[in-house]
Every structure is written in C-alpha cells, then in structure tokens.
C-alpha cells in the first residue's frame, strides 16, 4: 500500500513532491556524470600537453648522424621521467634505432595503441590511445609520427593510466558530497516551495468551511490569480443557493402561515358534538404534526448548513414597537428597549416580526404604563426578554395560555393563538419561548432563538 502510495500519491502536494524529486535526481545524477566527464577531459588534456610537451623537446633535441646513428642532445630525463618503472616514459625510434627514457631502465615501448595514420603523419598530430608497457603496466599513450632526414620517425611519450584516473578519484570525492548537500538543499526547497504555492489552497479551503458553516457569505478574491476564476464559480453558486433558498424559505412560510390558523380553527371546531368520535380530531392532529415535522425539518437542515437568514434584532424590534405605540396610541404606555445594534439572530426576519410581534403585541394589550424589552446574548443564543406591569398571569394558567385558541379574558379582542404560533415557530429554529410572573407584577416572556454565526 506503501509502495503504492509513493508511485501514486494521492494529494497535489504528493503529487508535485514526487515529480520534483525524480525530476531532481534526475538532474543531479546527469549533472554528476556531465562533472565527472568535464574533470576527466580536462585531466586528460593536462596529461597529453604535458605529454606534448615532452615530445616537441625529443623531437628538438633528436639527431640522426651520416652513419644513421640516433641520438638526442641534452638532458631529457627531467622529472617524472627520471623514475624507473614510474609509468612516465618517452622513446624516439628512426631508422631501427632506438633511444629511451632513463625511467624505461632499458626496456622499449612495443605497444602503441593506433596503427600507423598517414593524417598523423603529415599534420605531426600526436595520436592518444591506452595500452600496456611490455610491464603489463596500465599506460595511456602519446604518439607522433613524422619524417627526419628522409627517415620515418616515432615518438612516443606515456604516462601512468592512473595518472588520470587518482585525479579524477579526488575530484569525485568532493563531488559526491557537494551533490548530496545540493540534494539535500533541492529536497528542502521543494518542501518549501510546495508548501507556499499550495498555501492560497489552504486558505481558500478554511475560506469555503467558513461559508459553509454560515461564518461567511461568499468568497474574497484571492492574490493567486489561478484561483480567481475558482472562486468566482464559488461565489456563483452560493448565490444560487441563497436564491432558491430564500425562494423555498417563501414558499413554506406561505404555508405555515396558510394552514397554521385554519388547522387550529378547526380543531377548536371539532366539539364533542360535531365529533363524538373523535376520530376527525385525531386526523386534523395528524396534519398538524406533519405541518410541524416538515417545516421543522426544512428549517433545521437551513440552519445546519448555516444558511439560515441573518436577522439584526434591533431593528425589526424597533418597527413592531413603532406599529404597537400607533395601535395603542390611547394608552400612553412608556416602552424601554435595551437592545444593541449589534445582536443578530439565525431567524429570518419575517418569522422574528411574528415571533417578537405576538409578544409584544400581548405586553401592550395589557401592560398597565410600562413594557420593557431587552436583548442580551447568552451560550450561544440570543435571549429577548419582554415585560409588561399588567396584571400578570397566575402560575397555575401560565401553561394552559400557550395553547392555541386559550384565551384568560374573552373580553380583551384576540384570537388566543398568538403565543402558540410564537412558541412553534421559535421551536422550528431550536428556540423557545418562556412565560413567568414578574417579580414586581405582569409578565416577563423571554424568546430564546440562535445567535447568528460570526
């Protein structure tokens, strides 16, 4: 699986990490051989001009008498071919004569390693080669061939095969390493390298989770401009998706809205009299639930993809007081409201208008002077807390006032579902709706509903 894994990786960063790193041994092991042949050539050319060298003094100083004698004058044994058995060798042969280097130590050089070239022969062009001295000696050859006299000459001059060969040894073991440090030094690039290019996919990725978890509306264009058009698309459907969410948004409400009291007049309808059986309340209790199930499950996946709609409480609670303070304009009732800019709830703000509004709307219908409103924010939601100094509900009926169609007071106008429809629409957002006294006298009702991500 290993194995696997490295001949097929299954990320980007695996992906660019593996080829960059063939790709660079690659490079290194060519770079390694090119090095190795450029010290081998310039070795080797160091050698034959020391060579040549040797030979052009031979040749200066060779002479060939009127017997056909064969000699050289001076002193051509400098070192290294002053050495016996060094490898370092020259002889000059003309006319089945033969002259030698003192470090051939009588031997000859038999072994030359080209056959004869007319083109040497006329240009003077020393000829390389390797071969073996009659010593079985490893050597590498020099040869020059020309004419003298009106004889054929040969001049040959060697030098020990490892001569070239320890150079290039020595070099080698400098090479070696500094590639292994270079490697090591490409190695850690490419970590680098790949960790900063992917890192606008990184950052584009934590971009992405925080839309998705509602944290943010869209996408800032990023500096990579390969990634532009990405998050334009991006971009693009999260748009979408917030259309035809608030399209379905629409249309359940329409139908909340639509069936919630005719459901509830109905069943207020089914009496023991138009139903003995009961059969008919059992059935509008079942639509009741699946109204309820759907609409709840519609709203939950909503706020799970954290797409729910983002409603700022302070304003909303400021139009509905508005309303209130014109509906109620004969009773002068002072109204407090101690709510910051800056609360946001997961509601959309026509479900928070029916919440917040029934409520308020009942602190109004029976505060004696005063009703107050207060926003605050508490483990992760939004508490909205509305009080009146009315007359209050006993303990024992806090309860029954919830249910749909209860009313305490016939002679005070209302329908008895407005706390009902507030508490089942705030349950469709994972909130709720509390009733207590007050402590100082009237109602204190607290609507609890999700605070807005971010």
Not at 187 to 215: F, H, M
Not at 224 to 252: H, M, S, W, Y
Request: glycine fraction near 10%.
């Amino acid at each position: 699986m290993i194995s696997s894994r490295i001949r097929k990786p299954t990320t980007i960063a695996g992906r660019l990490i593996a080829f960059s790193l063939v790709y660079a041994t690659a490079a290194l092991v060519v770079a390694s051989a090119v090095l190795g042949l450029i010290v081998a050539n310039v070795v080797r050319d160091q050698v034959d001009q020391r060579l040549s060298v040797q030979i052009e003094a031979v040749r200066n100083a060779m002479k060939i008498g009127a017997d056909g004698s064969l000699g050289v004058d001076g002193n051509l044994d400098g070192p290294p071919f002053d050495r016996p058995g060094s490898g370092w060798y020259w002889q000059v042969t003309a006319a089945g004569k033969r002259v030698t280097s003192r470090s051939l130590a009588g031997a000859s050089l038999s072994n030359p390693p080209k056959p004869f070239e007319w083109r040497s022969l006329m240009t003077a062009t020393p000829r390389a080669g390797d071969g073996r001295g009659n010593r079985g000696q490893a050597l590498h050859f020099l040869t020059s061939q020309s004419f003298a006299d009106g004889e054929q000459v040969e001049i040959i001059a060697t030098a020990p095969r490892s001569a070239l060969i320890r150079p290039i040894m020595r070099s080698l073991l400098l090479l070696v390493p500094a590639m292994f440090v270079l490697g090591g030094l490409l190695i850690a690039g490419i970590l680098l390298q790949v960790r900063y290019g992917l890192a606008p996919l990184r950052t584009l990725a934590e971009k992405v989770a925080d839309v998705s978890s509602g944290q943010a509306g869209g996408l800032d264009q990023p500096q990579a401009e390969e990634l532009r058009p990405l998050v334009g698309e991006i971009n693009r459907l999260v748009d979408q998706n917030q259309k035809r969410l608030a399209e379905t948004r629409l249309q359940f409400a329409n139908m909340a809205h639509g069936l919630k009291t005719p459901v509830a007049s109905l069943y207020l309808a089914l009496n023991d009299n138009a139903d003995p059986t009961g059969e008919a309340r059992l059935q509008v209790d079942r639509i009741d639930r699946q109204i309820k199930h759907h609409l709840g499950r519609a709203r939950a996946g909503v706020s799970a993809a954290g797409l729910a709609p983002t409603t700022q409480l302070r304003q909303n609670i400021d139009d509905i007081v508005a309303m209130m303070q014109k509906l109620y304009v004969d009773r002068k009732l002072a109204t407090t409201i101690d709510v910051e800019q800056t609360l946001s709830v997961a509601c959309a703000p026509e479900d928070v208008d029916e919440i917040v509004g029934a409520i308020v709307d009942n602190a109004f219908k029976w505060a004696r002077s005063s009703v107050w409103i207060l926003g605050k924010a508490e483990n992760g939601e939004i508490a909205i807390v509305i009080e009146d100094d009315g007359p209050g509900i006993e303990r024992e009926d806090i309860t029954e006032v919830g249910k749909a169609g209860v009313r305490l007071d016939e002679t005070v106008p209302g329908d008895g579902f407005g706390l009902s429809i507030a508490n089942e629409v705030s349950k469709l957002y994972g909130g709720r709706v509390t009733l207590k006294t007050r402590s100082g006298g009237g109602l204190s009702a607290t609507v609890a509903l999700p605070k807005a991500p971010g």
